[in-house]
């Protein structure tokens, strides 16, 4: 049996005692389904990543200020000020630092060691390893790195779904956010999300969502996304997303070994790191899946390989997300109420197994 959109949120209001329906603006108000003219996105072409981080690093330590996306009233404005002291001396002070401590031994604290997107990583580099890893960008016997952030679809399924309004596509710049005050911790964006990107404060005791908002807050001050701006080679390049997509495409079209002035930061700048071009895999990734995506991906081995799910269909999937949702009710309830206990568990399990994030032969 299938419910309407509005009488599950009736249900769950009135059976729960939770407050939702009150002021939650309609999917048609928060999200468009075309390409907005002024759309601005990320292209990553992994074969000129050199696994360094550094867009990492400057994604939690743009995004721990006021108006960035991990951000949270009572924290130390910025990462690496509270890298510069150790973390014992500060602890007083915060709820809950926006890097993570955990999971690495002796080092009182003072490292970001994470290992997953999480409620306190927006985007990370993830390796791909195989045989004896010689040669990057190589399947077999080789190496590679892939970034994981949101996408920023088109048309996201994240927006389409969430019972509380929470997330908004930008009708100008395209750009997917949301308004943690709004999050009741339900994780159906996680459900619906076919990238499975969006994460939560499991560790808070009423956790929100998070993910990469694309520094919409250094947007609106005439700025671009942080991780592009540290990153040395021009694997991160910041533009609008029609431009990326011819760049993307340029590339991918291009003889390997043809030398190219591959510009570094942004997509217009005249900075550039002259390199051969590579034997690019597949296809130019984001262009189609799941309707298209803002953020674009070029790799040198298959996006299979990097952990991309492959079975992602090409059309726009809100309206069937929220078609199969809406018939599962009891989703939302069980996860709302269990979520923390489950991060519990799974935390635990991390500290004491592999690294769960990474991707190995
Ligand atoms: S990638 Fe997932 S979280 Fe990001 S906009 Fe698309 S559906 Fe939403
Ligand atoms: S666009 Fe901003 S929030 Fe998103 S991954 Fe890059 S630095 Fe992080
Ligand atoms: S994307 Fe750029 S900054 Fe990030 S790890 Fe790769 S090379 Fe370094």
Avoid at 63 to 77: F, M, Q, R, T
Avoid at 173 to 188: D, K, L, P
Wanted: with cysteine; aromatic share 8%.
């Amino acid at each position: 049996m299938s419910i309407s959109r509005r009488k599950f949120l009736k249900g769950v209001a009135a059976g729960s005692g939770l407050v939702l329906a009150a002021g939650v603006p309609s999917v048609e108000a928060r999200m468009s389904k075309e390409l907005p003219p002024e759309a601005v996105g990320l292209l990553y072409d992994a074969t000129l990543c050199i696994g360094c981080k550094s867009c990492m690093v400057n994604c939690k330590t743009h995004n721990s200020v006021p108006g960035g996306a991990l951000y949270k009233e009572g924290l130390v404005p910025s990462v690496a000020d509270s890298l510069q002291c150790k973390f014992t001396e500060k602890k007083e002070t915060m709820a809950s630092p926006p890097y993570e401590t955990e999971g690495v031994k002796g080092n009182d604290g003072i490292w970001d060691a994470s290992q997953d997107l999480s409620g306190k990583t927006l985007s990370i580099i993830k390796a791909y390893r195989n045989g004896t890893a010689e040669k990057k960008d190589t399947a077999i016997n080789g190496y590679a790195f892939v970034k994981q952030q949101c996408m920023h679809c088109i048309t996201p399924a994240c927006a389409s779904v969430c019972p509380a309004g929470a997330f908004t596509k930008d009708p100008k710049n395209g750009v997917v956010y949301y308004e943690a005050y709004r999050c009741i911790g339900c994780r159906y964006c996680q459900i619906a999300c076919p990238f499975n990107l969006p994460r939560y404060e499991w560790d808070a005791l009423w956790p929100e969502v998070r993910k990469c908002q694309m520094c919409r807050h250094r947007i609106k001050e005439g700025k671009y996304s942080a991780c592009a701006e540290f990153c040395p080679t021009g694997a991160t390049i910041f533009g609008k997303v029609t431009d990326l997509r011819e760049e993307a495409k340029k590339r991918f079209a291009m003889k390997p070994g043809t030398m190219y002035d591959f510009p570094i930061q942004t997509l217009d700048s005249k900075e550039t790191n002259p390199q051969a071009v590579a034997a690019y895999a597949d296809k130019v990734y984001g262009l189609t899946e799941a309707g298209g995506t803002q953020n674009i991906m070029l790799s040198g081995i298959s996006f299979e390989l990097l952990g991309l799910n492959k079975d992602i269909p090409n059309g726009a999937l809100p309206d069937l997300t929220w078609a199969y949702i809406a018939k599962v009710p009891w989703v939302f309830l069980g996860v709302a109420l269990g979520g923390t206990t489950l991060y519990a568990i799974t935390h635990r399990k991390d500290k004491n197994g592999k690294e769960k994030g990474d991707i190995h032969d």
